[in-house]
């Protein structure tokens, strides 16, 4: 990709003005609440979020939950229940050996006996003291998300879609049914589903008319497509060709942000390349990842202090990456990042 020039940055800017970029609250408001939970949801929508984001796995009995992996080990209190300690196994989930307990081993009414834990509580302390929260069924977050006394989306993303063919348990039709008993099947509709994986997105393609999201890793090529040997990369997806491609069976590309904007070696934010703009000349729109508000996650520059934990200058980030033009973007901290398109876009009219 090439580094974008002035020029253009400020037609980015201009574009980006003329239709205010969503807020996809990333697990829910997870900065301040364990992710994927239904209080984290209820917390991003409180907090202007248009859209919270399911990861969606599938249990024994074949109902769809939100957890981020499939492996629960690190998301709940599976360890503490001794009845489930024979449960614990080693499987190889997309080329990776894992030993944990995972949801396809348990049935729904299982899963609820268990609670949620806080995935990073040395990084979110105040996470950890939210000890009741239950596993979510994909249902529940719909139903939430239809209650809404506002309008607000939901962006699900099929977790491991190989994987869990390859047992048995296809995540593409029972997803579309959800959502269609949800009452969504239109292109208009305020859905986006997403995806690291090329073939299952294709596939979805041919079930739904709702809109289709390729998510892009900063340098890991869709495992799919590495167990089909087609030697697709990271770079050959973000080309201008790359993207024609994309655009073929998807509506959006959800990259990495630093495939925007790069870091030197010690940390500090480069000028961003071209994908927004080359991606935007595809007919795609585009929300880059993730967006979090501890110093640990930003640029040397907009971090305040040493301290890895400690909240820097999140806005800064917001700032640049809405005036890169930018369609939405996926935050942990969905109400700082709802402030600061209000901020950008007040500007922008100045």
């Keep these: 990709m090439r580094r974008l020039p002035a020029f253009a940055m400020a037609l980015s800017i201009a574009a980006s003005a003329a239709a205010a970029p969503v807020v996809i609250a990333h697990r829910g408001a997870s900065g301040e609440r ?3 939970t239904i209080a984290a949801y209820a ?3 409180e907090q ?3 859209f919270i984001e399911p990861d969606l796995v599938m249990t024994k009995d074949d109902v769809l939950v939100i957890r981020h992996e499939n492996d629960i080990t690190d998301t709940t209190d599976v360890a503490e229940h001794p009845e489930f300690a024979g ?3 080693r499987k190889t989930i997309d080329g990776r050996a894992v030993t944990g307990w995972f949801t396809e081993d348990f049935t729904l009414a299982e899963l609820k006996t268990l609670h949620a834990r806080e995935r990073l509580p040395k990084l979110r302390p105040a ?3 939210w000890r009741g929260e239950r596993i979510a ?8 998300v239809r209650s809404s006394p506002r309008k607000i989306g939901i962006y699900p993303e099929t977790k491991h879609p190989t994987y869990f063919a390859s047992i048995g348990k296809p995540l593409e039709k029972a997803l579309v049914d959800a959502l269609a008993r949800a009452g969504f099947t239109r292109a208009d509709d305020p859905v986006f589903i997403q995806s690291f994986e090329v073939s299952n997105l294709k596939a979805l393609r041919t079930l739904t008319r709702l809109r289709l999201v390729q998510l892009i890793e900063g340098g890991t090529p869709p495992y799919d497509q590495v167990v089909a040997g087609t030697g697709l990369t990271v770079a050959d997806m973000v080309s201008p060709e790359g993207l024609k491609a994309i655009a073929g ?3 959006a590309i959800g990259p990495y942000k630093l495939l925007i904007e790069p870091r030197d070696a010690a940390g500090r934010a480069q000028p961003p390349t071209t994908l927004v703009r080359d991606a935007h000349a595809a007919g795609l729109l585009v929300h880059p990842w993730t967006f979090r508000s501890e110093n640990g996650f930003l640029a040397v520059g907009d971090r305040i202090g040493t301290d890895e934990a400690a909240r820097g200058d999140a806005a800064a980030e917001y700032a640049r990456f809405l005036g890169y033009g930018v369609d939405g973007l996926f935050s942990d901290f969905p109400g700082e990042a709802v402030a600061a398109r209000a901020a950008f876009v007040a500007k922008a009219a100045e």
Excluded at 137 to 144: I, N, Q
Aim: charge should be negative.
């Design 87 to 89: 449960r614990r196994t």
């Design 43 to 45: 917390r991003a929508i």
């Design 249 to 251: 069976y998807a509506d």
């Design 34 to 36: 364990p992710e994927h």
């Design 127 to 129: 996470n950890a003291d």
């Design 48 to 50: 202007g979020a248009d």
């Design 137 to 144: 069924t994909f249902d529940e977050a719909l139903a939430l």
